[in-house]
Every structure is written in structure tokens, then in C-alpha cells.
């Protein structure tokens, strides 16, 4: 069988692949385009497994929410390098796995890799693409979460984003961006100091203790000491009870308080390639 100039542009816009590439699957499968479609699939996997071991630490952090508001995800594709990272197919391809998962209520990434894409699965896209790109890809994080308002943040470079929930249906958008924004920046742990266990609390007292032991303060005094510790590292690590970026002055939970005074995160997450 033949084919045309007509048929390699086709076979390039269905698999993103590159004109040789198609052109000579094409080729390979005598013009029947079935065939070169699957050659180029297969050729993909290929690919996949040649680069199983390659690390991919590159590659894109997107958050979203649904159109009410109530749903919101994260999820990260990995590649291999900043310069596919910053292409903009590939986010638009991330997007799209992300929108997937949106419109679906994905629950796990499990669940998220087995949805329908364009007729394939979304794990079967990505190693598709994988062929296309000629790096190695993975979908390697997403979480998900419903609340009674959700907002998603992507920081600038799509390296780091972050996702939160809150208590209430009406919610400023300014104030839910700020709050976004203030993990993005500061990464707390958790919402407030009732979400962190017993068994973290009593660890970080005996450290605490042990540190100003080798300093040589006195043991009666250790306890209170080491409380005081304690408390600073709530300010550190919980989220309510940071300082609030855009004001030294007050924490986060007196920043909800002075919008809403029954606002509250009820949940967060947060994602970043670098750390």
C-alpha cells in the first residue's frame, strides 16, 4: 500500500509524533495507517522500557478545581528534563490529565490512570507520549479532596502548587488566594496542632529537652523550656497558627477570623518538585 504527504501530517496530528517518525512508520506498515498508529505505540513502549531506569525529577505541578467549587485535585508529571518541562504541550498534555481527572472525581491515582483518554487510558497516553517526546514520563503524584470551597495555586513555573478547602460555600476569593499562597510559601505540615499525633508532639519535647540539656540549662527547668519550644514549632508548622506572610502582625487563623469569623481550612496540600 501507499501513501501520501496527507497521511504523515494525519498520522502526526493523532500521535504528536515527529514527520520522520511518521513517515517511516508509515513505511514500515506498506502506508496502512491502523498499523503505523500501533507502530508508533509500540515503538513508544519500546522507548518506555529503555528509559525505565532514567530519573525523571523534571516536569510539572498543576492544581485545579472543579466549576462549583467543591472538588479540587494536584496532580505532577515527571520528565527527565527542564527543557521538556517548560514545553508547552506537555503542559497542555498535563492539563489534560488533570481535567480528566476533575471531570471524573478520580479518587486515587490508580483510578486516575485507568480513566478514558481520547479513547486509550490516561497511563497508556502518557507512555504514548513518551515515545513521542523521547524522555522518559510518569505520573507519579495525585491527591484530591472535596470541601465546601476549594481553590487551587500554581505558583509561576508550574513547579509547585498547592490546593485547600474550606468550611464555608462563600469564601473571598482574595482571602482563599492568600491562604493558597501562604502554603505555597511557608509548607506547613498540618492545619492545626489537634491534626499532629501524640507520638509527634512527645518526640518533639524530647528533643527539645535533650537540646537545652547539652546547653546546659537545668533539668527542673527542661519541661517548661521545652514547652515553650514546642509552642514555636506550632507557629512553624501549623498552618493557623503561622504568621500571616502579608502581615508580621497576626496568624493566619486571626487573618480567617478578621474576613469570616466562622472561616476555617478544613484541608490542604501541597507539592513542589525542589523540595
Not at 85 to 101: E, M, P, R, T, Y
Not at 194 to 211: G, M, N, P, R, Y
Not at 239 to 256: A, E, P
Not at 257 to 272: G, H, I, W, Y
Amino acid at each position: 500500500m501507499s501513501f501520501t504527504t496527507a497521511d504523515v501530517v494525519k498520522l502526526r496530528k493523532v500521535t504528536g509524533a515527529g514527520m520522520m517518525d511518521c513517515k517511516n512508520a508509515l513505511k514500515d506498515a506498506e502506508g496502512d495507517f491502523d498499523r503505523a498508529l500501533e507502530i508508533i505505540r509500540e515503538r513508544g513502549k519500546l522507548i518506555a522500557n529503555k528509559r525505565a531506569d532514567r530519573d525523571a525529577a523534571e516536569g510539572v505541578v498543576l492544581a485545579k478545581v472543579t466549576a462549583d467549587n467543591k472538588f479540587g485535585a494536584i496532580v505532577v508529571l515527571n520528565c527527565e528534563t527542564d527543557f521538556v518541562a517548560k514545553n508547552d504541550k506537555f503542559v497542555v498534555f498535563a492539563d489534560s490529565i488533570l481535567n480528566i481527572a476533575l471531570a471524573n472525581k478520580a479518587d486515587s491515582l490508580e483510578t486516575l490512570k485507568g480513566l478514558d483518554f481520547d479513547g486509550r487510558t490516561v497511563e497508556a497516553q502518557v507512555t504514548e507520549q513518551l515515545g513521542v517526546i523521547g524522555e522518559k514520563l510518569e505520573l507519579s503524584y495525585y491527591n484530591c479532596f472535596t470541601a465546601e470551597t476549594a481553590i487551587g495555586y500554581i505558583h509561576p513555573g508550574n513547579k509547585l502548587a498547592t490546593l485547600v478547602g474550606f468550611n464555608k460555600a462563600e469564601v473571598d476569593v482574595n482571602v482563599a488566594k492568600d491562604i493558597a499562597m501562604q502554603i505555597a510559601a511557608m509548607a506547613p505540615i498540618a492545619i492545626d496542632k489537634d491534626a499532629i499525633s501524640q507520638e509527634v508532639v512527645e518526640k518533639e519535647l524530647e528533643i527539645a529537652k535533650e537540646k537545652f540539656r547539652q546547653e546546659g540549662k537545668p533539668e527542673a527547668m527542661l519541661e517548661k523550656i521545652a514547652q515553650g519550644s514546642l509552642n514555636k514549632w506550632y507557629k512553624e508548622i501549623t498552618l493557623l497558627n503561622q504568621t500571616y506572610v502579608k502581615d508580621g502582625k497576626i496568624s493566619i487563623k486571626d487573618f480567617l477570623k478578621q474576613n469570616d469569623s466562622e472561616l476555617t481550612v478544613t484541608a490542604f496540600d501541597r507539592f513542589s518538585l525542589n523540595a
